[in-house]
């Protein structure tokens, strides 16, 4: 019915249409092993007033260290969150007692949605969803010797 020029017509027409309809999900695919960490709305929240962190003892607690994103750079999100907890003098880090807090006014309570990515070594998320802005949160933690630490982690996104 048709030459063959005009079935090629066809079929190049055919092919730009699913292009066309499947490009967007392709687009919504690359982002979707992405979990949320700090919504827009969290975000929108006023700031903390108090941002006291010290907790001193005598005895040294473990240790937070913020490994990405670095606290000093702009990213872009989803973003690879990693923190690392060190504990001293042959004790180890309870992740069953770390608390994660977004500081704002009244703070987040981010814990949960962190659990499964904690361990006794840290925290590794490898896409967190955070909206623009700088974002700070409070980890609070200890070893199993009793000992407690406090640190804040800075996330600035572009």
Same mark, same amino acid.
């Given at each position: 019915?048709? +030459?063959? @020029? %005009? #079935?090629? %017509?066809? *079929?190049?027409?055919? #092919?730009? &249409? &699913? ?13 979707a092993s992405a979990e949320v960490l700090i919504t827009a709305s969290e975000a929108a929240q006023p700031p903390s007033s108090d941002l006291s962190m010290s907790v /001193? ?5 473990? $240790?937070?260290?913020?490994? $990405? ?7 872009? $999100? ?8 060190? %504990?001293?003098? +042959?004790? !180890? ?9 977004? *500081?704002? =006014? %009244?703070? &987040?309570?981010?814990?949960? /949605?962190? /659990?499964?990515?904690? $361990? @006794? !070594? +840290? &925290?590794?998320?490898?896409?967190? =969803?955070?909206?623009? +802005? ?5 980890? =609070?933690?200890?070893? @199993? ?6 640190? *804040?982690?800075?996330? /600035?996104?572009?």
């Open positions: 019915m048709f +030459g063959p @020029s %005009a #079935r090629k %017509a066809m *079929e190049i027409r055919t #092919r730009i &249409i &699913i292009i066309t309809a499947c490009s967007p999900l392709l687009l919504l695919c690359t982002h /001193r003892g005598i005895t040294r607690g473990p $240790s937070v260290d913020q490994i $990405s994103p670095s606290p000093t750079v702009a990213v872009h $999100s989803p973003l690879e969150l990693k923190i690392k907890f060190t %504990a001293h003098n +042959g004790a !180890n880090v309870d992740p069953a007692a770390v608390k994660v807090l977004y *500081e704002k =006014e %009244a703070p &987040i309570d981010l814990t949960d /949605r962190l /659990r499964k990515y904690m $361990s @006794s !070594n +840290g &925290i590794d998320m490898p896409d967190a =969803e955070v909206p623009p +802005g700088t974002h700070l949160l409070r980890v =609070e933690l200890k070893d @199993s010797l009793g000992r407690k630490s406090v640190s *804040e982690v800075k996330l /600035r996104v572009q």
